[in-house]
């Protein structure tokens, strides 16, 4: 009897260092778990943090695209306007050179006569 208590005792013993053991890792493993949960809400509101910033740029981003389309679209048709005045400004050029040839052509004729009329005189 006193062979089977001991051997009870002694299972016992070993049941309960292997409970002790368990009760280690369990505790451990949820301090764990804790941490990586702690972390994980961690990396969320970083994630949140970041998916807001990104919103608030595409945002900005947008608004710039608009304001500068905006002033493109202008300079554009201030290119196109200047363009236009250009070539009406070659046109009138040319058309001014033109009578001027002709203002020139006749002016000789009649500075001859001139200069002639001064030597008579």
């Given at each position: 009897?006193?062979?089977?208590?001991?051997?009870?005792?002694?299972?016992?013993?070993?049941?309960?260092?292997?409970?002790?053991?368990?009760?280690?890792?369990?505790?451990?493993?949820?301090?764990?778990?804790?941490?990586?949960?702690?972390?994980?809400?961690?990396?969320?509101?970083?994630?949140?943090?970041?998916?807001?910033?990104?919103?608030?740029?595409?945002?900005?981003?947008?608004?710039?695209?608009?304001?500068?389309?905006k002033e493109k679209a202008l300079?554009?048709?201030?290119?196109?306007?200047?363009?236009?005045?250009?070539?009406?400004?070659?046109?009138?050029?040319?058309?001014?050179?033109?009578?001027?040839?002709?203002?020139?052509?006749?002016?000789?004729?009649?500075?001859?006569?001139?200069?002639?009329?001064?030597?008579?005189?």
């Amino acid at each position: 009897m006193e062979i089977m208590k001991s051997d009870h005792a002694e299972a016992l013993a070993q049941e309960q260092q292997r409970c002790q053991t368990l009760t280690d890792k369990l505790t451990s493993s949820l301090a764990e778990r804790r941490d990586l949960e702690a972390e994980l809400d961690t990396l969320k509101f970083k994630c949140a943090e970041a998916v807001s910033k990104r919103t608030e740029l595409e945002d900005v981003l947008s608004e710039l695209e608009k304001k500068f389309g905006k002033e493109k679209a202008l300079l554009q048709q201030d290119t196109t306007d200047a363009k236009r005045k250009c070539e009406e400004t070659e046109k009138l050029y040319e058309k001014e050179k033109a009578k001027a040839k002709v203002v020139a052509a006749t002016a000789d004729p009649q500075l001859e006569k001139l200069q002639g009329k001064v030597t008579e005189l």
